[in-house]
Antibody, heavy 116, light 108 residues
């Protein structure tokens, strides 16, 4: 069974940093592209970042470019999102999702709250 | 960036009735269109990709149609478990991948 489990969310002040993790199991992680998708409270879905299976190709939404960094460790079956210079508008549930351009498996999400 | 617009924002339907949800793209996405279902407190679930192909395990009452800029998700006979929010997503021209704002299907 495919499982994606996010962790690392929390409450922090504007300007702060946080690192999210996504632990994958039940499939050959190194063969799959991965993404981060977020959802602000009561709002819709917003794609954040794409990471190729090797980790060599990474794309970002303009809203996070230059502040967020996605990476992966295929030996640890894990995807990461380093978030710096956080803003109130980054407050959201962050999901990791498997797939190149459509997402067939999702984690349960981890909540990031940015507030003073 | 391709903008996806869904209508209506809320759809009130009685159990057993048909629901028809619309999604429009600001430019052609060919058939590179997916639909997701999200229930409260849960992650989204992939329903349809390629505009009309059901994902693994998705019941046949869910069907997708359309190409170019106009797409439809039809739920032929609504079951209680189908009341949820539905999102369309284009993957024709990316990054960025973009989602519609969602349609909430509620019990009438």
């Amino acid at each position: 069974e495919v499982q994606l489990v996010e962790s690392g969310g929390g409450l922090l002040q504007p300007g702060g940093s946080l690192r999210l993790s996504c632990a994958a199991s039940g499939f050959t992680f190194s063969s799959y592209e991965m993404n981060w998708v977020r959802q602000a409270p009561g709002k819709g879905l917003e794609w954040v970042s794409y990471t190729s299976s090797s980790g060599n190709t990474i794309y970002y939404a303009d809203s996070v470019k230059g502040r967020f960094t996605s990476s992966r460790d295929n030996a640890k079956n894990s995807l990461y999102l380093q978030m710096n210079s956080l803003r109130a508008e980054d407050t959201a549930v962050y999901y990791c999702a498997r797939g190149l351009d459509t997402f067939d498996s999702w984690g349960q999400g981890t909540l990031v709250t940015v507030s003073s | 960036e391709i903008v996806m617009t869904q209508s209506p924002a809320t759809l009130s339907v009685s159990p057993g009735e048909r629901a028809t949800l619309s999604c429009r793209a600001s430019q052609s996405v060919s058939s590179n269109l997916a639909w997701y279902q999200q229930k409260p407190g849960q992650a989204p679930r992939l329903l349809i990709y390629g505009a009309s192909t059901r994902a693994t395990g998705i019941p046949a009452r869910f069907s997708g149609s359309g190409s170019g800029t106009e797409f439809t998700l039809t739920i032929s006979s609504l079951q209680s478990e189908d009341f949820a929010v539905y999102y369309c997503q284009q993957y024709s021209n990316w990054p960025p991948l973009t989602f519609g704002g969602g349609t909430k299907v509620e019990i009438k």
